[in-house]
């Protein structure tokens, strides 16, 4: 049974930069597409950055320059490195992952999720 467990998050003002860690077990994220959803109140969970089993990255429009995904094979952790935050990218953020080499399209195609870390960026 695969496991994710989320650190990281908090509040942060305007402009300010954040740091979230994803840890897998039960799982080869070499393997898996990986990748970061965001939640806020009222809205759909949307994706943000993901990650797919040959390294290739893709990032939402809206943080394409700001946010950066990455991973460690050998600690079996994901990362997503957030600066220039804005107060729209609060949200509870979540880590997922789909078997196989492509990403899904939705959150729907995602097996395996993570407990969720908030973010809030304050004016």
């Known amino acids: 049974q695969a496991n994710l467990v989320q650190s990281g998050g908090g509040e942060v003002q305007v402009g300010g930069s954040l740091k979230l860690s994803c840890v897998t077990s039960?799982?080869?994220?070499?393997?898996?597409?990986m990748k970061w959803f965001r939640q806020a109140p009222g809205k759909e969970r949307e994706g943000v950055a993901g990650i797919d089993n040959l390294g290739r990255r893709t990032y939402a429009e809206s943080v394409q320059g700001r946010f950066t995904i990455s991973r460690d094979v050998f600690k079996d952790t994901l990362y997503l490195d957030m600066s220039m935050l804005k107060p729209e990218d609060s949200a509870m953020y979540f880590c997922?992952?789909?078997?196989?080499?492509?990403?899904?399209?939705?959150?729907?195609?995602?097996?395996?999720w993570g407990q969720g870390t908030q973010v809030t960026v304050s004016s």
């Open positions: 997922a992952a789909a078997p196989g080499g492509d990403c899904p399209s939705t959150a729907a195609g995602f097996n395996y």
């Open positions: 039960g799982l080869t994220a070499s393997r898996h597409c």
